[in-house]
């Protein structure tokens, strides 16, 4: 069983960054890809960003692109996700996941792992 934390939330004024960490169990190419997902109360829950571990390929939600970075760690299995320009809609709890077949942000459901979740407030 893979065992994802996740770090880095917090409140922050509209504008302003955040930096959110997700630490994996296993080794860093155990799994096919890792993500973030996120969810405001009432809303579905929306993938955000994913990477593809054996390499650097990434996807991004239309409503981020171009304001958030996702990555990952060259020795570990770990992946950071970098936000900036930060707007209030962003306000979620922001989920890391685990793929091991696929890699696709569109489908939750596809996703085999999940953290507890980071809150992330902009105001």
């Known amino acids: 069983h893979v065992q994802l934390v996740e770090s880095g939330g917090g409140s922050v004024q509209a504008g302003g960054s955040l930096r959110l960490s997700c630490v994996a169990s296993?080794?860093?190419?155990?799994?096919?890809?890792m993500g973030w997902f996120r969810q405001a109360p009432g809303k579905e829950r929306e993938g955000v960003a994913a990477?593809?571990?054996?390499?650097?390929?990434?996807a991004y939600a239309d409503s981020v692109k171009g304001r958030f970075t996702i990555s990952q760690d060259a020795a570990k299995n770990t992946v950071h996700l970098q936000m900036t320009q930060l707007r209030p809609e962003d306000t979620a709890m922001y989920y890391c996941?685990?793929?091991?077949?696929?890699?696709?942000?569109?489908?939750?459901?596809?996703?085999?792992?999940w953290g507890q979740g980071t809150q992330v407030t902009v105001s």
């Open positions: 996941a685990v793929d091991r077949y696929l890699c696709s942000i569109r489908y939750h459901l596809s996703w085999n792992y």
């Open positions: 990477i593809l571990l054996r390499g650097d390929d990434t």
């Open positions: 296993e080794d860093k190419y155990s799994n096919f890809c």
